[in-house]
């Protein structure tokens, strides 16, 4: 009767009999789900990780980027100041001093510069 055919009980109900091979069935799909989801969860675990390690090398990469931003900042201002005050030398004849003075100055604007990309400034406004 392991084929689920109904059956007369003493009592002349019918009744279904489980089959013998269901059992094992029951207990076989019980196992396979459980591998199922142990396997699901470890992808899940890869993929979680993955998504951290690529999260890392973006911050990573956004952080580089900043970086070269700040530092460009900085010399594009030094930069800017020793020019006009070579060209004020060469035009006034004054030598050193307004290469020195706008070199100078040059660096407090790059400072600032950077202190405002930063964030560590607040933003002037035209107020």
Not at 102 to 125: C, H, K, Q, T, Y
Request: no cysteine; hydrophobic share 40%; aromatic share 6%.
């Amino acid at each position: 009767m392991a084929d689920g055919t109904r059956n007369n009980d003493r009592d002349g109900k019918s009744q279904t009999e489980p089959p013998a091979d269901e059992a094992a069935l029951s207990e076989r799909l019980t196992r396979l789900d459980q591998k199922l989801s142990d396997v699901r969860k470890d992808r899940e675990n890869r993929a979680g990780q993955s998504d951290k390690e690529q999260g890392n090398g973006s911050a990573s990469a956004s952080a580089m980027a900043r970086g070269f931003r700040l530092s460009s900042e900085l010399v594009a201002g030094v930069v800017v100041g020793g020019v006009i005050g070579w060209g004020f030398d060469k035009l006034l004849s004054t030598s050193p001093w307004g290469l020195i003075v706008f070199f100078l100055l040059g660096f407090v604007a790059g400072v600032i510069n950077v202190m405002r990309a930063a964030g560590v400034a607040p933003e002037r406004s035209l107020d």
